[in-house]
Every structure is written in structure tokens, then in C-alpha cells.
């Protein structure tokens, strides 16, 4: 419902939608103690799309992803796949492969025939699976280890199997459970960018469960937001960063500082004036007060300018820490109606400034960048 | 003053000595308890019989190896395939194969079972599945005694539901003793298989119905490979108590239905034929290695193939 709501992006409207989810609900147990793991979830996945399912855990964001794996069956609502309901399917009638989180590579095959499994399934003749293995270990860059055991081969390898392994059959979707949590930093940088490359190269609508928000951003195409069994919201990387529908997914998605203000005004058809800790400042969105008139404003650390001096709208702010940390300080400042703010300022060599705790400052918030909250969200939280 | 070799030296034949006593008591219990026994059991096969009972100690002969397979006839003094003790050895092979092929289709259905149950009713399971041991195999094996005699349950059943109009004859035949076989060592087949399946990550199985395997297809390829190693022990559990087994024949197979346990008994007791038992005893040691071996290399041998 709420996915619904999302305006359709043009460049997706007019491209054939590869996975549908229609109302979905899903349950564990019944009566009192049923949990409803989604609740009422539509979304639209177009085809050769990198879309992402983001959330904390317990949001359902892998229910849906076993869902439309075939894993789970939804306790409502329908999936189609290129317009036709898969939902009663079992897996192995669906052409969609998966990557689990721990690969689930089969210990007692080698990569070669890890990755020849599921063209063995499907009946292929030994010579054309031959082939395709070979072009798959090429894909994910192992032809050295063909023969391998997967007990032999590092964790960033295996991941590697597991993805040749799904890509193999030519699935019409890709599912990918987390497939990244594992790896340590440095591999899941590299990881990040090879996945990107085969979403690319093999021109499959990829579906990406992650709770790791940076991961999200820097992969998808679109992102859907989920939260306790529900879609907050869909879009692409920049539109949820810089116009979150609620508290919740501005709170999950990078960092922010969120503030109460008073609605004072009307500047243009969706920015009002709004007053915060002393100050007036243009916010930007629907305007959803909560009865009494008070408005949550969303300002990303990185978009305040902090000053030495009083200038005009701007916010007085005492500093309470400064945090280096390399490429940026962070600032730790307390608001005059007592709320907390971090700013977060681009270090330089030549301009560096150290403000011990206590120097009084001023907040410039940058134009266009104070965001309202919606109100129809704030229930949410 | 010693050099720093030498001391060396004697460090080493220190640490050399405190590592064999350390050895003791384990190498100890291997001679007086496997090797001992058995290097006594091939001295006797190799003496004169006693005449009543034991062996002439001394007296060397081959008499036991050889009536093994061929006896001497009482009256005319020729040799003769001693056909019996053969027969009997064929009906231990073939009823151990057979319920070890029997618990391993009853066995891994029922582990599986158990395995892909919540925690909690799976040690329950566990629980039931070890109660038959708590009683003594004698009193089982009886218990099927009485459910299998023309009198037991299992007649009175099949002749009131009209299937059969007089007794049928079940106590004192192979069968009989194939089912006491099944039921005695189901567990022994259980619970390795289980303990392997408990193991193995369910995300295979989900892996495999992924990449457009049946279920049929996802035991084949992916749950019997994975618990192969219950399996084999599974196996080897119920074949080698199986084909030595003595009282369940004794008690269900009657007289006659005798296998290798009950004819190696009788040499040592009314047979008086100790270097025949000891003979007998050594076959069947023999009997049960080879199978051993061939099994293992040929399950193995297939992994291998699957491994590339």
C-alpha cells in the first residue's frame, strides 16, 4: 500500500516489470502467538534491475526473499513473475536461483560440478554444461580452481562458487541473501563492485537482501525500505537518502540529526517555514504536524555549515566534542532547547580548526536541505 | 662436566622412556584383550583336539582347518564336503546382508525423521529410539518368540481377519530370525545416521530444490551423500554383530536355523572340537574383514568420483 503510494519511477514505468509482489502476507503460528512477518508488502522489481530489500533484522526482508525463492509459501497475496503467479510453485519449478548467506555450497562436489548441479537438474547434455561451467568459472574468475573442493577454497572464492552456481541456468531472477555479511572489509568492497559488474554483464534482475545501508546505497538501482513486515519505502539511492518518508528510514539510512521545530509558515508549495531551537529555517516535503503543530525536520550531518560568528537563521549550537576521524571531523553540539546535533565537516590541511568543548557556534543550515518528516509515517515509530 | 650434546642426549632417552610408559597402559590393554585372544584362538586352531574339550597342547594339526570344509565319514572313512558348516556360513552372510539392507531402508527414514524435528521433540525421539536397550536382549528375543509361535498374537490376528485358517509356521525359520535380526539392531542404525543428518546444514537441501532438483532428486544427490559417513558406520554397526550373532538364531531360528555364532558355540560345548571352533572363529573374522573392505572401498571409491 505504502509502495503503492511511491511515485513510479519514468524510467522504470515503461520497462517490463520482472517480479511482482501483490499484497503479501505472510504468518508464523496461529492465534495469539502468530507473527505476522509481512504485512500487506506490493512491490514492483522491473527487469535487469538491482534492487535491494534494506531493513534491520526481523524486518522481512529474507521472509520475502524465501517467498519468492519458493521456500515459504505467502499466507495472502500473490508473486508474479513476468506476469505470471509463481506463489504455489516449489523451487525447483521456478527459474529463479539463489545465494545463500553461507553459500550452501554442496560439500561433497567440487566447484566444477557445484556449479554443473543445477544444469545436471535441468537434463543439459554433458558437453553444453561442460561449456557453461567453463564460462561461468571465467565469469567469476576461477578457472584455476574447477577441481577444487569447496573445503579448499577461500571464503571470498566460495562466494564466488555460489554466485557461478545460481548464475548458471540463466536464472530470470537473482536472489541474493545477504551473501556479503560474511567477508571481511576489504573483500566486500571488491565484492560489491564484482556484483555490480555481473548484474551488468549478465543483464539479470538482481533481488539484494542486506541490513547494511552503505552496501545499499552503493549497489542498487532502487531500494525498498522495510520494517516490521512493511515496505516504508521505494526508490533510488539518492531519493531515500535525501527524501526519507519518515523518521525511520532517515534514521536508518546514514546518518541524521532529526529535530522538533514549529510549523511558522508557508514559503512555497512544499517548503514551510519552520522554527528549530531559536532559529527559522526552510524545510522542504509534506508538512505532517502531529496535532500540536510541532514538525520532525530531518539535516544530514554534512549539510551545515559551522560558523564563529552570529549571522542571520541561523542555529546557536555549543560544541560538546570534536571527533577526527580522517577524511572528516565530526562535531558533537547541543541545541539551545537542549537536542543534540552532529555536524560533520570535510577536514583540509590549510583550513583546520580545532574547537575545544564549550566554544559557542552557529549552524547555516545549507539551502534546500532541511527535510520535513511526513506525518502520515511518524506512527511508524 | 657433560657437553650440551650429551645432555641433550640424555633428555632424549628421558623423554623417550616417559613417552612409553605413558604408552603402557593403553598398548597393555590392546595385547591382553585383542591381540592376546587372538593369537590364542590361531595357536588352537592349529593343535589336536582334546578329548574332552580344550586341545592337546602340543600335538600340532591341521584337523580343525580342515574340517572347516570337508569332514571325514564315520562309516566308509572318505572325505566329504562338510556342506553344513558352509550352508551355515552362506545363511550368516546372506541374513546379516540382508538386515543390514533391511535397518539401512528402515534406519534412514526414520533418522531423517527425527533429524528435521524442533530440538525438543528430537531428543524425546532419541529417548524412545534407546528404550529397547534398557531391557536384556534375551528377554526381547523372547518377546518376539511368543508374538511369532503358532499360539502368539500374530497367528490369532491373521486368523480372525480370515487370512490364513490354520497356524502358520513363523518361529524357527530364517525369517524369523532375519525379523529378531532388524529389530535387535535398528538402533545401531538409527543413531549414526541420525548424527550425521543432525550435522548437515538444511541449507543444502534448500539449495538443491533451488537449482531444479525434485525431492527425489535432493536425497539422492545431496542428503544420502552428505550423511555417507552414518551411513557406512551405520552398517558396519549392524553387519558385524548381525553375521555373529548367537542368541537371536539360537532363540528364533531354533535348532536347525543355526548361523556361524551357534555352530562356533557348539564346537567349544557338546562338540568338544575346540580347534574346529577356533578355526571357525578365525573364518568369521576373516569373513567380516573382507566385507569390510570391500565395502568401504567401494563407498569411498564412489566419493571420490563425485569428488572429480
Not at chain 1, 508488502?41 to 526482508?61: M, Q, R, Y
Not at chain 1, 566444477?112 to 543445477?118: K, L, Q, S
Not at chain 1, 571481511?184 to 541490513?211: P, S, W
Not at chain 1, 580522517?326 to 555536524?343: E, M
Amino acid at each position: 500500500m505504502l509502495a503503492l503510494s511511491q511515485p513510479i519511477q519514468p524510467q522504470t514505468a515503461d520497462r517490463r516489470l520482472a517480479v511482482q509482489a501483490i499484497g503479501l502476507h505472510k504468518s508464523y503460528g496461529t492465534g495469539a502467538s502468530a507473527f505476522l512477518a509481512l504485512d500487506d508488502v506490493s512491490i514492483d522489481i522491473a527487469e535487469n534491475e538491482f534492487f535491494t530489500l534494506l531493513g534491520p533484522s526481523g524486518c522481512g526482508k529474507t521472509t520475502l526473499l524465501r517467498l519468492i525463492a519458493g521456500f515459504n509459501f505467502p499466507t495472502n497475496g500473490q508473486i508474479l513473475l513476468r506476469g505470471k503467479d509463481i506463489a504455489a510453485l516449489p523451487p525447483f519449478r521456478r527459474p529463479i536461483n539463489t545465494v545463500f548467506q553461507n553459500y550452501a555450497l554442496f560439500p561433497h562436489m567440487s566447484v566444477a560440478e557445484n556449479i554443473g548441479f543445477g544444469l545436471k537438474m535441468l537434463g543439459w547434455t554433458k558437453s553444453r554444461s561442460v561449456d557453461r561451467v567453463a564460462a561461468m568459472l571465467k565469469l567469476v574468475r576461477m578457472e584455476t580452481l574447477a577441481d577444487r573442493r569447496t573445503s579448499e577454497i577461500s571464503g571470498g572464492q566460495q562466494q564466488r562458487v555460489a554466485l557461478a552456481r545460481a548464475l548458471a541456468p540463466q536464472p530470470e531472477v537473482l536472489l541474493l541473501d545477504e551473501p556479503l555479511s560474511a567477508l571481511d572489509y576489504k573483500l566486500r568492497k571488491e565484492m560489491q563492485v564484482e556484483l555490480k559488474r555481473l548484474q551488468t554483464e549478465t543483464g539479470i534482475t538482481f533481488i539484494f537482501v542486506t541490513h547494511d545501508q552503505e552496501e545499499a546505497l552503493a549497489m542498487s538501482d532502487r531500494i525498498a525500505v522495510m520494517n516490521r513486515g512493511r515496505v516504508l519505502q521505494v526508490g533510488r539511492p539518492r531519493e531515500i537518502y535525501n527524501a526519507p518518508v519518515d523518521r525511520f528510514v532517515a534514521d536508518f539510512i546514514g546518518e541524521s540529526n532529526i529535530l522538533s521545530g514549529r510549523l511558522v509558515g508557508q514559503a512555497a508549495a512544499d517548503a514551510h517555514q519552520v522554527r528549530i531551537a531559536g532559529a527559522v529555517a526552510t524545510a522542504y516535503g509534506k508538512a505532517g504536524t502531529s496535532g500540536d503543530g510541532t514538525v520532525q525536520v530531518l539535516i544530514r550531518p554534512e549539510h551545515v555549515d559551522v560558523l564563529d560568528s552570529p549571522s542571520s537563521d541561523c542555529i546557536p549550537a555549543v560544541v560538546e566534542d570534536e571527533v577526527f576521524v580522517g577524511t572528516d571531523t565530526r562535531l558533537q553540539l547541543r541545541l539551545n532547547d537542549g537536542s543534540t546535533f552532529t555536524a560533520r565537516l570535510t577536514n583540509s590541511p590549510e583550513q583546520e580548526k580545532i574547537r575545544t568543548s564549550g566554544t559557542q557556534v552557529w549552524l547555516r543550515i545549507h539551502s534546500h536541505s532541511a527535510r520535513l518528516l511526513g506525518g502520515d509515517h511518524v506512527q511508524h515509530r | 662436566m657433560s657437553s650440551i650434546a650429551e645432555m641433550a642426549a640424555t633428555r632424549r632417552t628421558a623423554e623417550g622412556r616417559r613417552r612409553w610408559l605413558l604408552k603402557a597402559p593403553a598398548l597393555a590393554t590392546i595385547v591382553i584383550a585383542s591381540v592376546g585372544p587372538l593369537a590364542v584362538m590361531l595357536v588352537y586352531s592349529v593343535m589336536a583336539k582334546g578329548a574332552f574339550g580344550g586341545v592337546a597342547l602340543g600335538h600340532f594339526s591341521l584337523d580343525g582347518w580342515t574340517n572347516v570344509f570337508v569332514e571325514r565319514d564315520p562309516f566308509d572313512d572318505t572325505l566329504v564336503l562338510a556342506d553344513a558348516n558352509l550352508i551355515i556360513f552362506w545363511r550368516s552372510i546372506k541374513l546379516a546382508l540382508v538386515a543390514t539392507l533391511a535397518t539401512l531402508l528402515i534406519g534412514f527414514p526414520t533418522a531423517y525423521y527425527i533429524a528435521t524435528r524442533p530440538e525438543q521433540v528430537r531428543s524425546q525421539w532419541m529417548l524412545l529410539i534407546t528404550i529397547p536397550f534398557w531391557t536384556n536382549l534375551l528377554i526381547r528375543t523372547f518377546a518376539i518368540m511368543g508374538l511369532l509361535s503358532n499360539q502368539g498374537p500374530v497367528n490369532n490376528i491373521l486368523i480372525w481377519a480370515g487370512l490364513i485358517d490354520k497356524p502358520m509356521q513363523m518361529l524357527f525359520t530364517d525369517g524369523a530370525v532375519l525379523l529378531g535380526l532388524v529389530y535387535v539392531y535398528l538402533p545401531l542404525m538409527v543413531l549414526p545416521i541420525y548424527a550425521s543428518l543432525e550435522r548437515m546444514d538444511f541449507n543444502l537441501v534448500e539449495a538443491g530444490y533451488d537449482l531444479y532438483a525434485t525431492r527425489s532428486k535432493v536425497l539422492w544427490h545431496i542428503v544420502i551423500p552428505s550423511c555417507k559417513p552414518g551411513l557406512i558406520a551405520g552398517s558396519i554397526l549392524v553387519f558385524i554383530p548381525a553375521i555373529g550373532a548367537y542368541v537371536t538364531p539360537r532363540v528364533l531360528g531354533g535348532g536347525k536355523n543355526m548361523m556361524m555364532g551357534n555352530l562356533i558355540e557348539l564346537q567349544f560345548g557338546q562338540g568338544r572340537n575346540w580347534p574346529l571352533g577356533a578355526a571357525l572363529s578365525i573364518c568369521l573374522l576373516v569373513i567380516v574383514t573382507v566385507a569390510l573392505i570391500i565395502y568401504i572401498r567401494g563407498s569411498s571409491g564412489k566419493e571420490n568420483a563425485h569428488g572429480g
